[in-house]
Antibody
């Protein structure tokens, strides 16, 4: 059974750095073709892809957010960490992690975690 | 970056067929994936690679892709199909490889 779960703060202040952890089970991030990505969704809005890390440690970022994002993995712990710097109220959203397969789609998603940016 | 455009809403009566379009430049040359998202829940993959279904997804969900439009078709619509639907493509040549559509709210009348 494949599961993913996001964890991290629910409230951050403007200018702070957000650190989110995705803890997964049921698959290995050392398997060829597998990745873990982060997608966010502001309240009432569409999904927005943020970043993805592949089994071979290749990393991809949304160009519009690349300067603020860092994605890393700890294969032994089955975890992927996303950091986003200089948080702003417009970054208020539900943040999802998801398994990427064949490098091109997301077949399993975490439940999501709502992050609010407010002073 | 690549843009995927969906109609904001589609309304359909129970038992009828819902068609949700996803427009993009020469989208027919890409593989399109579709996700269903019910209120307060995470997205669920319902169609991948234009027309394949993950295990557990009813045959009522089907997809097609040609030219500048991909379509998700839901046959014999049920009340439980009411949700937001998103298309997604992977553009290997882009610096923004994962693109989601604008989303369509399907309302079952």
């Amino acid at each position: 059974q494949i599961t993913l779960k996001e964890s991290g703060p629910t409230l951050v202040k403007p200018t702070q750095t957000l650190t989110l952890t995705c803890t997964f089970s049921g698959f290995s991030l050392s398997t060829s073709g597998v990745g873990v990505g982060w997608i966010r969704q502001p309240p009432g809005k569409a999904l927005e892809w943020l970043a993805l890390i592949y089994w071979n440690d290749d990393k991809r970022y949304s160009p519009s957010l690349k300067s603020r994002l860092t994605i890393t993995k700890d294969t032994s712990k089955n975890q992927v960490v996303l950091t986003m710097t200089n948080m702003d109220p417009v970054d208020t959203a539900t943040y999802y992690c998801a398994r990427g397969v064949a490098a091109k789609l997301f077949d399993y998603w975490g439940q999501g975690t709502l992050v609010t940016v407010s002073s | 970056s690549y843009v995927l455009t969906q109609p904001p809403s589609v309304s359909v009566a129970p038992g009828q067929t819902a068609r949700i379009t996803c427009g993009g430049n020469n989208i027919g040359s890409k593989s399109v994936h579709w996700y269903q998202q019910k209120p307060g829940q995470a997205p669920v993959l319902v169609v991948y690679d234009d027309s394949d279904r993950p295990s557990g997804i009813p045959e009522r969900f089907s997809g097609s892709n040609s030219g500048n439009t991909a379509t998700l078709t839901i046959s014999r619509v049920e009340a439980g199909d009411e949700a937001d639907y998103y298309c997604q493509v992977w553009d290997s040549s882009s610096d923004h490889p994962f693109v989601f559509g604008t989303g369509t709210k399907v309302t079952v009348l």
